[in-house]
C-alpha cells in the first residue's frame, strides 16, 4: 500500500472516531437534538468501502451514516451542522443526523426506517441499468434490515432485471437489543442471497483492509459481469444503539472483547509496522501481533509522529466543524417553504368549500 493512500485511510479512520465522540459529547450538551445514531467501532466498514467506490457511484445509506458521508468527502463543517440542525447543515438544517443528503457526491441520503433503502437503491440502479451506465449504487444496511418484506422484494427485482448494487450489510449482530439469533432463522446474513442468485460474500468488517479489498472484488464484479452482489461485514458497536440506549442488554465481556480489537487502533498499530520490504525502512521485523491482513505485508509505513500529526489535524478538523455549526443560523420558516417541492407560493391547496 503506498504511503498516501495509507495515510488517507488513517486520517479517515481517526476523523471518523473523533467526529462521532465529538457529536456525542454535543449532544449531551443539548446541541444535537432527536435521534443520534453513532458508528464507534464499525468504522472500517465504511471507510473501506467507500474508498473501494468510484466518485461517480451512488451511495444509499441508513439512519447511522455520518461517517460514510465523512468518508465520501462531505465537510465535517456541514454534517455537524446538519446534526446540529442549521442552516448551513448539508441538507439546511431539515433533516438532521439520519438525513444526510448530498446529490453532488452522490450521497442520496441517510434514511431512518428500516429496510428503507432498498427499494430507492434499485430505483437508482434501475435508472442506470436502463441508460447503460457503468456505475453502481452501494446500499448499506443493518443485519435487522433482513427480515423486511424490501429486502426481498428488492433482491429479487436486482438479480431479475441485473441491476448494479452492491448490498452492503453492516452486521453488527443487534438490532437495537435484539441479537441477530434472536431476530433471524439464519444468522449468516449473506446466505440469504442464495434465495435470489446473488453471489454473495462475507468478511471481516473489523479489518479495514479486509473490507476494502472484498469491496473493490464486488464492484469489480458488477462492474465486469452486471448484476447485483452482497457483501456481508462482521463488526461491532460500541456505543448503544441510539444516545438514549445504553446498551445494557450487552454483556459487559462481549463489549470489552470487542474494545480491545478496535478496528482503529489495530489499523495504526499495523500502519505504524516498519516495512519489511529490504532496505526500505530500518530492518525491525514485523509485529507478530497484527491481525492477519496486515502481518508480513510489503508496504509503506507511517511514524508515531506522523499518526500524532494526524490525530491533532483531525482533532482540528472536528473543532472547526463544532465552530462552524454553532455559529450557523437556524432555518427559518420561509427556508422551511422554500425546501418543499410543490406550494412554493404559499397558496392554500384545499381551500373553504
Ligand atoms: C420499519 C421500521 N421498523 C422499526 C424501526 C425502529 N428501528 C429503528 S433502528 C432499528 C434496528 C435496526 O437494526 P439494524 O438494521 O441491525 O441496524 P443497526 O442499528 O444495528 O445499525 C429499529 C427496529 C424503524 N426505524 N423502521
Ligand atoms: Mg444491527
Redesign the pocket.
Known sequence: MNKDLLRHFVHDMLLARAFEERAAQEYTNGRIRGFLHLYPGEEAVAVGVMHAAEPSDYIVSTYREHVHALVRGISARRIMAELFGKKDGVSHGMGGSMHIFDSERRFMGGYAIVGETFPIALGIGYALAYRNLPEAVICFF????VNQGTFHESLNMAALWRIPVLFVC???????GTE?HRHSAVTDVHKRACGYAIPAAKADGMDVLTVYEAARQALDAIRNEGGPRLLELETY?FRG?SMADPGAYRPSAEVQAYLRDDPVEAFIRAAKTIDPTPGKHDQSPPDPDLPSPFGGRAWDTLTPAEIEGLRAEVMAVVDDAVRFAEASPAPTLDDAWRDLHCNHSHEVLIGPS
Do not use: K, P, S, V
Not at 142 to 145: E, F, L, Q, S
Not at 170 to 176: G, K, P, S
Open positions: 443493518g443485519d435487522g434490515a453492516e452486521n453488527n449482530h443487534y438490532q437495537i441477530i458497536r444503539h
